[in-house]
């Protein structure tokens, strides 16, 4: 037996609206829906800051739980400087207490040449790797021995506020 198919309606503005001429009152109680609407629509996108250093609000809603309640993300942004080739670097979160990770990525450049992260390679010892972990928590960065001499790297984790009970897609 298949699940009927949800769908969430998206946040999408009108591109006009019929405001009334004759009343005040009308007018008055047409622009409050308005109002309401647009900045309805307006916080269901997603915010696109993303300031090194400081947890911010993503605008992202995940229905996880199984019901119709959603759960917030939030994200923060990490610059690291150099990793030399073949080293471990681990850098803290500072997050503190938080629910899952749902989005951990990342950019690497040498000067020249540009590389998400992680980067796969057919060979380990040209990957670099990325994991979360620890206690205290630290995001740790694996280069590879031949990759080349990284100058920078941003590193972009998101998170779920809280705990969230996982329901399994059936």
């Known amino acids: 037996m298949t699940s009927p198919i949800q769908v969430l309606e998206s946040?999408?503005?009108?591109?006009?609206?019929?405001?009334?001429?004759?009343?005040?009152e009308d007018l008055a109680n047409e622009v409050e829906i308005a109002y309401v609407d647009i900045a309805q629509k307006v916080n269901d996108r997603g915010i696109a800051i993303y300031p090194q250093g400081v947890n911010v609000v993503t605008g992202q809603k995940w229905y996880l739980d199984g019901n119709t309640e959603s759960s917030q993300t939030l994200r923060r942004v990490y610059v690291t400087g150099a990793l030399a080739p073949g080293s471990t670097t681990n850098i803290p979160t500072n997050i503190g207490d938080h629910g899952m990770f749902t989005h951990i990525s990342g950019v690497l450049t040498d000067g020249s040449n540009w590389w998400p992260l992680p980067f796969a390679s057919n060979s380990a010892n040209s990957s670099v790797s990325?994991?979360?972990?620890?206690?205290?928590?630290?995001?740790?960065?694996?280069?590879?021995?031949?990759?080349?001499?990284?100058?920078?790297?941003?590193?972009?984790?998101?998170?779920?506020?809280?705990?969230?009970?996982?329901?399994?897609?059936?």
Not at 11 to 24: A, N, R, S, T, V
């Open 130 to 170: 990325i994991a979360i972990g620890g206690s205290p928590e630290v995001i740790t960065i694996i280069t590879g021995s031949s990759f080349p001499a990284v100058t920078n790297s941003v590193i972009t984790l998101e998170w779920i506020v809280g705990d969230v009970n996982f329901v399994p897609d059936t």
């Open 11 to 24: 946040p999408y503005l009108k591109l006009q609206w019929g405001f009334p001429q004759e009343e005040l």
